[in-house]
């Protein structure tokens, strides 16, 4: 297995909506991607790009993608907000998601954030098992909160 990590680009998507839907057919909530195709192209590689990523790929095939952005707190500063860390259900557990992650340390130390922060469901055993690999810390004294605004 040979698995190159590169930045993502435009001509990417496609593949990228693919795994989003994978990922939310994963996590049980299929009907819950409303984004198209061109509001995520644009939103990543259009004039004023929100987020970023890196694909994972195997023979020219896209087995994996982490995207971020930037978020801002008011105590520590700039940190990379990691929104997704995907790999394909036949690919997991092969090391994919670990190369990933160097990439996202490694953006994150070149920019100079000063951290990485994520949710993970509580029930996603085998994402926490991997996380708590990487001595990542869990926050249970924090609740989500969202409100969705129609358009």
């Known amino acids: 297995m040979s698995i ?9 998507c496609s593949r990228l909506m693919e795994l989003i839907r994978e990922l ?31 694909v994972a ?12 952005y930037i978020r801002y707190s008011t105590w520590k500063g700039q940190r990379m907000y990691l929104e ?3 790999v394909t259900e036949e690919m997991r557990g092969k090391g994919v998601g670990s190369l990933l992650f160097e990439a996202l340390i490694a953006e994150a130390k070149e920019k100079k954030f000063n951290g990485i922060v994520w949710q993970v469901l509580e029930w996603n055993e085998p994402a926490i098992k991997f996380y708590k690999k990487l001595n990542a810390t869990f926050d249970a004294e924090w609740v989500n909160c969202a409100l969705s605004i129609e358009n």
């Open 84 to 86: 997704d860390l995907i």
């Open 24 to 54: 939310a057919l994963f996590e049980k909530a299929p009907d819950e991607v409303t984004v198209t195709l061109e509001h995520f192209e644009e939103s990543g590689f259009g004039a004023n790009p929100v987020w970023w990523g890196f």
């Open 57 to 68: 790929e195997e023979n020219g095939v896209i087995q994996g993608f982490a995207m971020y």
């Open 4 to 12: 190159t990590i590169r930045r993502a680009v435009r001509q990417d």
